[in-house]
């Protein structure tokens, strides 16, 4: 795939070279390694190859690798990871759910109707209850909904293939009847914070850092705290280096995403709302017409670099995202819920057999997923500001290339939350660079199915090799 | 294979449980269409387990055919017969894999309904599949662990204490054995079948099921389950011990029962009888003297 991916995999075989063994010490996984330098890869050329164009102000002269598009990446990218996560559980426990995209739509009208239809004639337009239901109506439909589809897989019995694709047919049918065919507009102003669209969905540097450090700690602990699990049992530890290695590695991305989402500037427009609605004295200075603060030039405001500015931090559907990931790391590796669906996915005869209650599992992961696309749902509805029976059309094509470019098998057992969330995030970055670059739609459907075509295959490749 | 010839007056060995009467009358007997006249080499007291009259079919073949069999504790009962004669599958009714059509399960006496394999756990049943049932994908501790795993007191997996006593158990089992992280699809077969047994004998079981579970293994690996078979049997662990090793059967086990078609041939203890005759119950269904024949069992 790339330079070092290829030399460690190479002529590192037949002797235990300095990269081989950096490896081992530091258990990093080198099919994750590879997947992260391609997606690097894939960004520098996106933003190289805009700068040609259109010289821009990102790291190599484009415009991708700016604080404004990575920004928008990750929020763009957010309500397909969070799906793509539960999905991941289904595949490796030999299911899957083609449903998704429809079950979003479904559970997006529901909560539009609810709160434009019922609650805000009732209560008032605004009130607080409203997006309390709105979310609760979203989880918990969604849930109910991944239930179902889990319940006929399990005990009926019926190909989780065939149920979901009923599903997919059905269940935008029902979003059509609900929406009555039209768009459901506008949703409660509260309910719009999960779109990111909307100032109070935006974190600041002050939270942002505060969670960034927190991340930092929470990374250091993990790591101190498996060493000293480690030894209580007299068990071989990592050299000290690799584990330092790997807590510095793992703060310098937090520190450094932070920093460039602590670097995107609110649009000028809304600096100016916010300074007069707080009234704030707004500085004097020299007006540029490419600055990104605020000030006063002549009695009148303008742009300019050195002034009044405010910057967005983390988004909340960005936020959310990077949390659910954290969630299903956690329940898929430290518990038994966990460890029953790897165990599932790689023998179902045997985990049964082990005592598992396998059906009832399976209808337990089905509902996580629905619960996710609950999630989802409210993420993409708050952003559109709307909800439609077309919201989540071919989302479930997305989620299932997002798991499956992340290392996930289809034949079950194998597969990681955090390489879906990079196959999420490799996919949502092809999309948007060549929406940059001005190529249509048609061209960045040919792209992405080649790139999922093309993973799998080094992914064979990669597995074929290193065993 | 040359180890030793039949052994069956050398009664040196057995010095537990099992007592040879004259008159207890077998639950086979109830049912049998023959009139038996001499029973024997059935232990005294309540039996750990009693299968009574178990039959199971697959779609039109009767797999399992009114098949009885007991164990009484401390005693080890050699299951014999050719392939696809239905042990296998009469296991699996008591270690709760399938559901039987008809009979019933005594556990000390008592009728237990085990309808899954957490219903036998739950009566002490462990077993270890001719399959290994192994799920590959995982390491050596999360299989030994699989639906009973150790926590912390956050409640998430403590792999750590997991690998720990895996470690232990696998020391005791097969000392070579190093490869703690792999999932166990990279380890050798033996290696795969010393996963498995460690599983079975980890939790304290009292009732025993070993579906040939010396099939992969080399001869000290054999060596070593055949002394734990020994050591798990004087803790006073009932243990069905199914094997084509004519040899180890009548090395390890007090009694053996002879399945042929489905059905029982014969019950006798090892004592009773000898090679060729277990071969002829194996092979034509012929139950010798020494045997309580049982509904399988050729006329004549
Ligand atoms: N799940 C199943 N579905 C259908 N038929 C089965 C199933 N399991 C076993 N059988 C059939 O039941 C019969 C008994 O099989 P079983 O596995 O119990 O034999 P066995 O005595 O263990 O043989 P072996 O010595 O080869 O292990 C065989 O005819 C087999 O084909
Ligand atoms: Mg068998």
């Not at chain 1, 933003?47 to 404004?68: A, C, H, M, Y």
């Not at chain 1, 790997?246 to 520190?255: C, D, E, K, R």
């Not at chain 2, 049943?125 to 590959?136: G, M, P």
Request: proline share 4%; glycine share 10%; hydrophobic share 45%.
């Amino acid at each position: 795939m790339t330079n070092t991916t290829g030399s460690s995999q190479g002529p590192a075989l037949e002797q235990e070279g300095p990269i081989k063994k950096f490896f081992r010490a530091t258990e990093i996984d080198t099919r994750i390694l590879g997947m992260i330098v391609a997606l690097v890869l894939v960004w520098c050329i996106f933003d190289i190859w805009s700068g040609i164009i259109r010289p821009n102000e990102g790291l190599f002269g484009g415009s991708f690798l700016t604080p404004r598009n990575l920004w928008t990446l990750l929020v763009q990218t957010s309500s397909i990871a969070v799906m793509s996560t539960g999905m991941v559980l289904l595949i490796v426990l030999r299911q899957i759910d083609l449903s998704v995209g429809s079950m979003l739509s479904l559970v997006a009208v529901a909560t539009g109707v609810l709160q434009v239809y019922q609650l805000a004639p009732a209560l008032g337009v605004g009130h607080p209850a409203i997006w309390i239901l709105g979310v609760l109506m979203c989880l918990g439909v969604g849930t109910l909904i991944g239930a179902f589809n889990g319940f006929l897989t399990a005990y009926a019995k019926i190909p989780a293939f065939i149920v979901t694709l009923g599903g997919l047919i059905a269940y935008s049918g029902v979003a059509f009847l609900l929406a009555k065919g039209e768009t459901v507009a506008p949703m409660d102003q509260n309910f719009g914070v999960f779109g990111g669209g909307i100032e109070r969905s935006w974190l600041g540097p002050f939270w942002s850092w505060l969670i960034a450090i927190i991340a930092c700690a929470a990374i250091i602990y993990a790591i101190v705290n498996g060493r000293r699990q480690r030894q209580r049992f007299g068990f071989p530890l990592r050299p000290v280096w690799a584990e330092v290695f790997l807590a510095t590695v793992g703060s310098i991305v937090m520190l450094g995403t932070t920093l460039v989402m602590n670097s995107y500037a609110w649009p000028p427009k809304l600096i100016e709302n916010f300074a007069k609605a707080n009234s704030i004295v707004i500085p004097a200075g020299i007006e540029n017409k490419d600055g990104k603060a605020i000030c006063m030039a002549a009695d009148s405001i303008v742009r300019c670099t050195e002034g009044f500015i405010l910057y967005t931090g983390y988004s909340l559907p960005a936020l959310i995202a990077i949390g659910v990931c954290l969630v299903m790391t956690f329940v898929a590796t430290r518990t038994s819920f966990g460890r029953y669906v790897y165990a599932t996915g790689g023998n179902p005869e045997a985990a049964e057999l082990a005592g598992i209650n396998t059906k009832w599992l399976t209808v337990k992961v089905f509902a996580l997923m629905g619960f996710l696309v609950g999630v989802s749902s409210i993420i993409s509805s708050a952003r559109l500001n709307a909800a439609t029976n077309a919201l989540g059309q071919t989302n479930e094509l997305y989620v299932i290339a997002a798991t499956v470019i992340g290392g996930t098998s289809l034949a079950g057992g194998v597969g990681t939350i955090y390489g879906a969330m990079i196959g999420a995030l490799m996919m949502q970055s092809i999309i948007s660079g060549m929406s940059l670059l001005n190529l249509a739609a048609a061209y960045q459907n040919m792209v992405v199915g080649g790139v999922l075509v093309l993973a799998v295959y080094l992914d064979q490749l990669y597995r074929r090799n290193v065993k | 294979m040359a180890k030793t010839p039949a052994k069956k007056t050398i009664a040196a060995k057995n010095v537990s449980k099992p007592v040879a009467t004259e008159t207890h009358e077998t639950p086979l007997a109830v049912t049998g269409s023959q009139t038996f006249r001499k029973t024997r080499a059935q232990p005294e007291g309540i039996p750990l387990i009693e299968m009574k009259e178990i039959s199971i079919a697959f779609g039109g073949i009767k797999a399992v055919d009114h098949a009885s069999i007991n164990l009484f504790p401390g005693e080890v009962v050699g299951l014999l017969g050719h392939n696809g004669a239905g042990k296998s599958t009469l296991i699996k009714v008591l270690s709760g894999a399938y559901k039987r059509d008809a009979g019933s399960i005594h556990v000390e006496g008592k009728e237990v309904t085990i309808n899954n394999p957490r219903d036998a756990k739950a009566q002490g049943i462990e077993t270890i599949y001719q399959t290994l049932a192994l799920a590959d994908n995982v390491d050596a501790a999360a299989n030994l662990y699989l639906g009973r795993e150790l926590k912390t007191k956050m409640g998430t997996l403590d792999d750590v204490a997991m690998e720990a006593e895996c470690r232990k158990v696998m020391h005791r089992l097969n000392p070579n054995f190093r490869r703690f992280k792999e999932p166990v699809m990279k380890l050798s077969g033996g290696q795969r079948q010393s996963v498995a047994i460690a599983r079975a004998i980890h939790f304290n079981a009292r009732i025993l099921i070993m579906d040939e579970p010396t099939a992969a293994l080399g001869p000290q690996e054999t060596a070593q389950v055949g002394e734990l078979i020994k050591q798990l049997k004087a803790e006073g662990i009932g243990i069905f011990l199914i094997s084509h090793d004519l040899h180890d059967v009548f090395d390890l086990a007090d009694r053996l029962v002879v399945m042929k078609n489905g059905k029982v041939v014969g019950t006798a203890s090892t004592k009773d009888v000898d090679h060729d005759e277990v071969l002829g119950m194996i092979i034509a269904g012929k139950c010798p003297s020494g045997a309580i024949p049982g509904p399988g069992a050729m006329r004549n």
